[in-house]
Nanobody, 116 residues
Framework: QVQLVESGGGLVQAGGSLRLSCAAS?????????MGWYRQAPGKQRELVAH???????NFTDSVQGRFTASRDNAKKMVYLQMNSLKPEDIAVYYC?????????WGQGTPVTVSS
């Protein structure tokens, strides 16, 4: 089954930027997956931040609209989340997810901390 590994998280000052990456492996049909970025803040439920369809269309939750962008590189089996103008409320563990025909796969997450 597909494996997902996130990277790029870390500590950044408010107003700064981070770029998260998600590398997929053990799949030959990555281009068919709908990919998602989720986050889970301390004490809160996991929420969808962005998703990218197989065709490359993106959607974002309202709280990150205009600050975050997402992209995918099917040849490299990579998904990216560019996060700009980061705020303390963006603090969370960010997860990459892949879905296809009812099957869902998750990465292990990468933490993002924003200092005010």
């Amino acid at each position: 089954q597909v494996q997902l590994v996130e990277s790029g998280g870390g500590l950044v000052q408010a107003g700064g930027s981070l770029r998260l990456s998600c590398a997929a492996s053990k799949t030959t049909i990555f281009r068919l997956y709908t990919m998602g970025w989720y986050r889970q803040a301390p004490g809160k439920q996991r929420e969808l931040v962005a998703h990218i369809t197989a065709g490359g269309s993106t959607n974002f939750t309202d709280s990150v609209q205009g600050r975050f962008t997402a992209s995918r590189d099917n040849a490299k089996k990579m998904v990216y989340l560019q996060m700009n103008s980061l705020k303390p409320e963006d603090i969370a563990v960010y997860y990459c997810a892949a879905s296809y025909r009812g099957y869902n796969y998750w990465g292990q997450g990468t933490p993002v901390t924003v200092s005010s």
